[in-house]
C-alpha cells in the first residue's frame, strides 16, 4: 500500500541496524507505536519477535489485527475464506461511498467527487454494509470483523482514482478506477505468540507498554495523516461522517498530531522516549525533517547513549523539471537509555 512515509524500502536498513546494535531479535518484544501500515512490524514478527503495535488511525488497526495480532484465521460461525466469497459475490448498493465519493453519486450536488467507479463504490458500499451486519448480529468476532475490513481496505486501495492519497483525486481516470474491487484474504505470520494492537493517541499508551525494543517512526513533515486517508478511515468507522470541501474530508481537528507540527514535534518526541519503559529505541527520522536530527540527538544523549546510522534515500517528489530535488537521507537514531 502506498503510505506516506512508508518503510516499506528501508525495511533491511532497519533490520541491520536493529541487528548489529540490539543483537538477535528473536524471542524480544518489540513495539511498533506509529505502525501505519505495519510493514515494519511485520518484519519483526517474521524474525520471531513478540510484536505491540499501535497507530491512531482506525484503518492501520485493521491491518493491525490482520498481520500482527493474528497468527491464523479466526473461527467463527462464518469461515474466513466463505465470507471473503461472499463479500466477492455481493450486488453492489448504493450507500455513503456512492453517493459521496463517484461522481454518479455527486452528481448535481455542490462537489463531483470521482474517487471511485460508480460500480465499486456501489460494492464497496455492499461489502462495508455486510461486515457491519455480520458484527453486530455476533456472527463474526471483533478480530474478524477487523480482518474483513483490513481485507478491504487494501482491496479498495487498489482502485482508487488518486496518485497516491485520497489528499485529491485524479482529474483524468488512472486505470486503477476500473478494475473491479476484489478481498483477497490475507497471509497470516505466525510468531506462536501473543500480539498486542491498539488504537491510541502515543501519549494515551507509552506508560502502559513495555518490552526491549521501542521503534519509533513518527511523521517528520507537516502533513497530517487524518486529511490524505480519511477515506480509508470512513471505510474503516463507517460512521457517516460530516464531511466537508471538494475532497469529502472527514473533520479531524481532534486529531492534530503534534509531531506535525515545527514548535511541538521536538518537545513531543522527547517526552514520549523519556516516559518509555523500552531501554533500546529506534527513532526513524529524516535528515530534513521537522526536527534537526542533531538537535534531537543532542538532547537524547542528556538519557541515552545515541547513534546515528544513516540511509541514502530518493526524494518522495521531483521538481518541476523531473530532477530530484537533493538526496534526503533516512536516519535511525538509536538511543540506549542509561538506567
Ligand atoms: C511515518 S508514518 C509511519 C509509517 C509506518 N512505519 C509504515 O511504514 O507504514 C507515521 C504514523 O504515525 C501516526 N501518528 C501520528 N501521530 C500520532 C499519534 N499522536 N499517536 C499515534 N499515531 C500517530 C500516523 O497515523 C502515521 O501512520
Known amino acids: 500500500m502506498r503510505y506516506l512515509g512508508s518503510k516499506v524500502k528501508a525495511l533491511e536498513f532497519i533490520k541491520h541496524t536493529v541487528s548489529k546494535t540490539y543483537g538477535d531479535i528473536s524471542g524480544s518484544t518489540v513495539a511498533d507505536l506509529f505502525s501505519g501500515t505495519v510493514v515494519v512490524a511485520e518484519m519483526f514478527k517474521s524474525l520471531g519477535a513478540k510484536l505491540i503495535t499501535n497507530d491512531y488511525m482506525s484503518f492501520s488497526y485493521a491491518l493491525q489485527l490482520a498481520k500482527i495480532k493474528l497468527n491464523k484465521e479466526p473461527c ?58 455480520w458484527k453486530k448480529e455476533g456472527k463474526i468476532s471483533s478480530d474478524m470483523f477487523y480482518l474483513l475490513c483490513s481485507d478491504l481496505v487494501n482491496a479498495v486501495t487498489c482502485v482508487s482514482n488518486i496518485s497516491g492519497t485520497y489528499g485529491a483525486f485524479l482529474k483524468i481516470d488512472d486505470q486503477r478506477k476500473y478494475k473491479p474491487i476484489k478481498l483477497i484474504p490475507t497471509i497470516f505470520i505466525d510468531n506462536g505468540l501473543n500480539n498486542d494492537c491498539f488504537n ?88 530534513d525533517g521537522i526536527i534537526n536530527y542533531h538537535e534531537l540527538g543532542d538532547q537524547l544523549k542528556k538519557i541515552a547513549d545515541v547513534n546515528y546510522f544513516f540511509m541514502p534515500f530518493r526524494r518522495y517528489k521531483s521538481n518541476s523539471n523531473g530532477n530530484y530535488k537533493g538526496k534526503l537521507k533516512e536516519i535511525i537514531i538509536y538511543a540506549k537509555k542509561r538506567d
Not at 89 to 94: A, D, I, R, S, V
Not at 228 to 252: K, M, S, V, W
Open 76 to 133: 467463527c460461525s462464518i469461515n474466513y475464506y466463505d465470507a471473503i466469497n461472499k463479500l466477492n459475490n455481493l450486488q453492489g448498493e448504493k450507500g455513503f461511498i456512492y453517493y459521496e465519493y463517484c461522481l454518479e453519486g455527486t452528481k448535481g450536488k455542490e462537489f463531483q467527487r470521482n474517487y471511485f467507479s460508480p460500480e465499486n463504490a456501489m460494492r464497496i458500499d455492499a461489502m462495508r454494509k455486510c461486515i457491519g451486519s
Open 200 to 287: 491510541k493517541d502515543i501519549f494515551e499508551i507509552i506508560d502502559d507498554v513495555s518490552g526491549d525494543i521501542l521503534y519509533l517512526d513518527p511523521p517528520y513533515n507537516s502533513r497530517q495523516y487524518p486529511p490524505y486517508y480519511h477515506i480509508l478511515e470512513t471505510i474503516t468507522d463507517y460512521d457517516n461522517p460530516a464531511i466537508y470541501g471538494l475532497t469529502g474530508r472527514r473533520p479531524y481537528q481532534d486529531k492534530l498530531s503534534p509531531f506535525c507540527m515545527k514548535d511541538k514535534a521536538l518537545p513531543a518526541l522527547l517526552n514520549i522516549v523519556e516516559r518509555a519503559r523500552f531501554k533500546n529505541i529506534y527513532i526513524s527520522y529524516n535528515t
